[in-house]
T-cell receptor, first 118, second 112 residues
């Protein structure tokens, strides 16, 4: 089925390396979200895109985290100079609508990328 | 962010009904109540949502208290596949962004 896909599924990085995590949302979905999930915790919001516009990046934990969605479809979350505390599962979700309807739309999640920083 | 309170864990036997409670005493008039669940090693998946009236779909039912300060997710016949973490989330209809605030959820264990 044409769900949300993420790659890679697993990533091991040495502390200080840069990583790039990819999200392919459902085709035609306007809204795209990134969440971070630490072990044993619920997902926490990182950033939100409506088409190519990044409307909310208030959840990004530091300026080492950067996200983009240049053509309004595929998105990349980049983490520079990774630290051990960045180890987590990074989840991407998309939903059909943007704007005021987005709060009632179903969000469809990908399987996540598990990042381990050694 | 709107707050919800859920039990950390619950258990059920297979084929029995399960009632998962959620308290949201500070809910505002424009907050929708959403439920998502997360199976092991998977991303969360949508279960159901509602505003004021009780809701039913193929997966579950959502019973909302008259004062909207609490709600209950009902799985009519639990299966082993329903073992997951269940999240009760409030989402403001007036928000333009739709970000979801997950708590720690309720870990549901289903025994055969």
């Amino acid at each position: 089925g044409a769900g949300v896909s993420q790659s890679p599924r697993y990533k091991v990085a040495k502390r200080g390396q840069d990583v790039a995590l990819r999200c392919d949302p459902i085709s035609g979905h306007v809204s795209l979200f990134w969440y971070q999930q630490a072990l044993g915790q619920g997902p926490e919001f990182l950033t939100y895109f409506q088409n190519e516009a990044q409307l909310d990046k208030s959840g990004l934990p530091s300026d080492r985290f950067f996200a983009e969605r240049p053509e309004g479809s595929v998105s990349t979350l980049k983490i520079q100079r990774t630290q051990q505390e960045d180890s987590a599962v990074y989840l991407c979700a998309s939903s059909l609508s943007g704007g005021w309807k987005s709060s009632t739309d179903t969000q469809y999640f990908g399987p996540g990328t598990r990042l381990t920083v050694l | 962010d709107a707050k919800t309170t859920q039990p950390n864990s619950m258990e059920s036997n297979e084929e029995e009904p399960v009632h998962l409670p959620c308290n949201h005493s500070t809910i505002s008039g424009t907050d929708y109540i959403h439920w998502y669940r997360q199976l092991p090693s998977q991303g969360p998946e949508y279960v159901i949502h509602g505003l004021t009236s009780n809701v039913n779909n193929r997966m579950a039912s959502l019973a909302i208290a008259e004062d909207r300060k609490s709600s209950t997710l009902i799985l009519h016949r639990a299966t082993l596949r329903d073992a997951a973490v269940y999240y009760c989330i409030l989402n403001d209809r007036g928000s333009t962004l739709g970000r979801l605030y997950f708590g720690r959820g309720t870990q549901l264990t289903v025994w055969p």
